[in-house]
Structure formats: structure tokens, C-alpha cells
């Protein structure tokens, strides 16, 4: 029967039906078995954990996605992906690469950042965490065109988080960026600054702390940690740096966990019920670097506030 169910949907993903909510367990990693996941961005919303996500398809050849999904638990053991939240069809302004999302609660409404186009960050909201959202702005809130200097040449990977009452935008590759949003959480609060991270001067790509992309902060106690990947290849793996500011500058701390197999790496921690967790992405089902599925495991701190690399299983 679990392996009908398995079939069954991803028939429908092929085939394009409406799949609302589709109930399944969590089996070990990767956790999403029925569809192909990438990027996850794990919240917790009223004591319940969301998950959202890029969505390779299933014939990808290059990361051409079409869509976002959110998964949800209350437990980490019965899961539901509740669908697509948001698609490229839904986007006036955008035609290509559904890239990195990221969510954010505010004022009992829930905001949804994705990158598009390679060039563009919008936002869209919903009075539920999973969705529909809509984008209401009608047009990006990030726009590098004409102004890569400003913005960088690359704006993707967005991640919020509101600390103080203050919002702060994340994003970037190669560059790290960081600018501050105003309380309506859909217009921009200054200027894009670069977010400085100190000790990885000299690192090179797939290395220490070079910074690819998929940046991500959270807050633990008192110290802010900014996630991120260090590069694309073999040898590339998720990367963290410590702060007392959210604006920075960061100072590089160290590995997060040994690489995986699919070569980007992007990936978000949380607390949830009294322990933390990092979600990221493999190829183990597929075998190929453009149809990847999300994981997560268990990460703990040493007394001092580092991160204790996880070893994955080989």
C-alpha cells in the first residue's frame, strides 16, 4: 500500500492534478519521497513546523522550477504537503526559476519571499501559512536591472527575520546582502547593504567560508548565526558565521555538517519543541544534481555556542 500511495502521487505531479493536502510519514531522509524538494525553509507558526520549498520537476534538466510547496507537522512524524502555495502562472511580472523562498509571520499575516529570474525577489501574502499567497505589490520588491551595483548581480536566495520589530531581508550570491523592510513587509526600509562576514578573506570557492549563496539567520540566545553555502560542486557544504547585531559584521565560525551529494547545498535551522534542526537537500533519490530532495537532522551546541558538525551517514 505505501508504495501504491508513492506512485499514486507522483503520477499526479506528472499528469498536473490539483493535490492538496497529501498525507505521508516520515521515513528517514530524505523526508519527501513522493516529489523532488529543494531549499527548504522550516518555521514554526503557532507551535506547528512549515517547511517551504523550491519543486524540481521530475524531468528536470537544469533548475527550471514552476512552483513553491509547504509541508507542515506537528510531531516530525506524520507530515502534509498542503501543495503549491504560489506558482510562476500567479506572477505577472515573472517567467522563469522558481527559485529559493522563505516565509515570514507578521500582525497574523504570513509573507512569502521568492526570488525569479535569476534578477528578482517579490512578495506575496496569505492570512494562512499555507497559502494561496498573493502577490499584491504587482511588481518585484528587489529589481537589479540597472542597478547591479546597488543590488549585486545576482539577487536570490531570500530569508527574513524580525528581530526587535524590525525586519531584515537576507540575500545574495557571491555577495552577501542584507536591507531592512518596513512594517508592511512589502516595501524596503533604505538602502541594500552588504552584509560583511569576517575571516573568510582569502577562502576560495567549495572552501572555509567563501560565500556562495542561501543565506539564512536565526537567533539563539544571545548571538545571531548566519547560514549559508559555500560553493557548488563536490566539496561544497553549508557554512555558518556568529554575530551580536543581525546587521553584522559576521565572523566565521566553521562547518555545519559534511557535504552532501547533490551539489548545491541550501539549507535552514530551527528550534522546534526544545531541539534544533537543520533541513537541507541531497540527490539520493534521484542521482541527478537538478531534481534533489529535502532532509533534516538533529544538530546540537557546545557550551560555548558553536555548532557541533554533523557527520552525515554515508
Same mark, same amino acid.
Given at each position: ?109 504570513? +509573507? ?11 512578495? *506575496?501574502?496569505?492570512?494562512? !501559512?499555507? $497559502? @494561496? =499567497? ?93 547560514? +549559508? ?11 555558518? *558565521?556568529?554575530?551580536?547585531? !543581525?546587521? $553584522? @559584521? =559576521? ?64
Amino acid at each position: 500500500m505505501k508504495n501504491y500511495c508513492l506512485v499514486f502521487a507522483l503520477l499526479l505531479s506528472v499528469h498536473g492534478f490539483a493535490q492538496k493536502e497529501f498525507h505521508f510519514k516520515n521515513e528517514g531522509n530524505p523526508l519527501v519521497k513522493h516529489m523532488y524538494t529543494a531549499d527548504p525553509s522550516a518555521h514554526v507558526f503557532n507551535g506547528r513546523l512549515y517547511v517551504y520549498t523550491s519543486h524540481d520537476e521530475n524531468k528536470a534538466t537544469y533548475f527550471d522550477m514552476l512552483d513553491w510547496h509547504v509541508f507542515s507537522t506537528d510531531n516530525l512524524v506524520d507530515w502534509i504537503d498542503h501543495g503549491a502555495v504560489l506558482s510562476l502562472e500567479d506572477i505577472e511580472w515573472a517567467d522563469k526559476w522558481a527559485w529559493a523562498p522563505d516565509a515570514i509571520k507578521r500582525d497574523g499575516k504570513f +509573507y512569502f519571499y521568492y526570488p525569479v529570474e535569476r534578477t528578482k525577489i517579490g512578495v *506575496a501574502v496569505s492570512d494562512s !501559512p499555507t $497559502g @494561496p =499567497f498573493v502577490d499584491k505589490r504587482g511588481r518585484a520588491l528587489i529589481d537589479n536591472t540597472g542597478q547591479i551595483d546597488k543590488i549585486g548581480k545576482e539577487p536570490i536566495d531570500p530569508s527574513v527575520l524580525i528581530e526587535d520589530g524590525q525586519a531584515f531581508m537576507y540575500f545574495g550570491c557571491r555577495e552577501p546582502k542584507v536591507v531592512k523592510l518596513n512594517n508592511d513587509m512589502m516595501t524596503l526600509k533604505g538602502e541594500v547593504k552588504v552584509l560583511k562576514i569576517h575571516g573568510i578573506e582569502n577562502d576560495k570557492e567549495h572552501f572555509g567560508g567563501y560565500f556562495g549563496e542561501a543565506p539564512w539567520v536565526f537567533k539563539r540566545k544571545d548571538t545571531f548565526y548566519l547560514l +549559508y553555502s559555500n560553493g557548488w560542486g563536490k566539496e561544497s557544504t553549508l557554512v555558518y *558565521a556568529t554575530a551580536k547585531d !543581525p546587521m $553584522g @559584521p =559576521f565572523d566565521f565560525q566553521g562547518e555545519v555538517m559534511s557535504v552532501v551529494d547533490s551539489w548545491t547545498s541550501h539549507g535552514s535551522i530551527v528550534e522546534f519543541k526544545g531541539k534544533w534542526y537543520v533541513f537541507y537537500h541531497n540527490m539520493e533519490l534521484s542521482k541527478n544534481n537538478y531534481r534533489r530532495s529535502i532532509c533534516f537532522d538533529e544538530i546540537t551546541f557546545d557550551e560555548n555556542g558553536m555548532i557541533n558538525k554533523l557527520e552525515l551517514k554515508e
